[in-house]
């Protein structure tokens, strides 16, 4: 039986280090990655209330649109193209302060001010990546990088 998610008032660290324990206990146990990317993603938008949040797991040679919370989104998008596709070709999480100043950007919604996209590793390779777009600029800063990097490393 899920129990219901409990919100951390405060700074965004507090609500990240709640939010972290939650996960933890949630996925303990769990070896589906598909039920452990939506249980994520839905945990990660009811806590932050961000625009878009969700996934995007590899799948020949391209990344496919995976479990999300938000609006419509792009089904597929390409190895290095966008900020999820660079994410997937440089290994390296993107931060994007502004989306219209990012070269390529793919603007699945006229909303998204601000991204972050963290890849998924298994098994030494880029398996996925967690997308998160705001209606806001400069959302995103090295807390939400450490903290998404840390909360993905239990999708396995």
């Known amino acids: 039986m899920a129990e219901e998610l409990i919100i951390a008032q405060g700074d965004k660290h507090e609500k990240y280090a709640l939010l972290y324990k939650q996960i933890v206990a949630l996925t303990e146990g769990e070896p589906d990655p598909i039920a452990n990317m939506a249980n994520i993603a839905a945990m990660i938008h009811s806590t932050f209330g961000f625009w878009w949040t969700g996934f995007y797991r590899v799948m020949d040679r391209e990344l496919v649109l995976g479990p999300f919370q938000g609006p419509l989104a792009c ?3 390409k190895y290095g193209k966008g ?3 660079t994410a997937w070709e440089q290994r390296a999480t993107q931060v994007v302060e ?5 070269p390529g950007h793919i603007a699945c919604s006229s909303l998204s001010r601000s991204e972050i996209v963290v890849p998924i590793w298994h098994e030494d390779e880029v398996c996925a990546v967690l997308d998160i777009d705001s209606e806001k600029l400069a959302t995103f800063d090295q807390t939400d990088k450490e903290w998404l990097e840390k909360i993905v490393e239990l999708i396995y």
């Not at 502004?98 to 990012?102: P, R």
């Open 75 to 77: 089904s597929r998008i």
């Open 83 to 85: 900020v999820c596709g």
């Open 98 to 102: 502004d989306v219209e100043l990012f």
